[in-house]
């Protein structure tokens, strides 16, 4: 099992800026992807940013501009810049890691139990 540890959420007011963080300590396992997706009350889970082992990052069209995704490789984490804070930028955020096991010699996917980022309106 892969527990991924997030933190950096909270309140911000609209024009803001927070810093999500999310690590996953350990070293049975080699991480491939990582990134952050977000769940606003009534909607389903999306795509906010996602970046490579190798560093090529992908965003979601509503967060490009505002935010940038990075990751330390060495330890395990990534972390997710995001400026200029709307209100419809509220949700639960969730870490998600792409791993291979070496234990289980298998391909997996985890989440974090997800941090909570509101902007009021």
Not at 78 to 103: F, I, R
Request: a positive charge; hydrophobic letters at 30%.
């Amino acid at each position: 099992q892969v527990q991924l540890v997030e933190s950096g959420g909270g309140l911000v007011q609209a024009g803001g800026s927070l810093r999500l963080s999310c690590e996953a300590p350990g070293s049975s396992f080699r991480i491939n992807a990582m990134g952050w997706y977000r769940q606003a009350p009534g909607k389903q889970r999306e795509l906010v940013a996602t970046i490579s082992s190798g560093g090529i990052s992908n965003y979601a069209e509503s967060m490009k501009g505002r935010c940038t995704i990075t990751r330390d490789n060495a330890k395990n984490t990534v972390h997710l810049q995001m400026n200029n804070l709307k209100p419809e930028d509220t949700g639960v955020y969730y870490c998600n890691a792409d791993v291979w096991s070496n234990v289980r010699l298998a391909h997996e996917v985890y989440w974090g139990q997800g941090t909570q980022v509101t902007v009021p309106s």
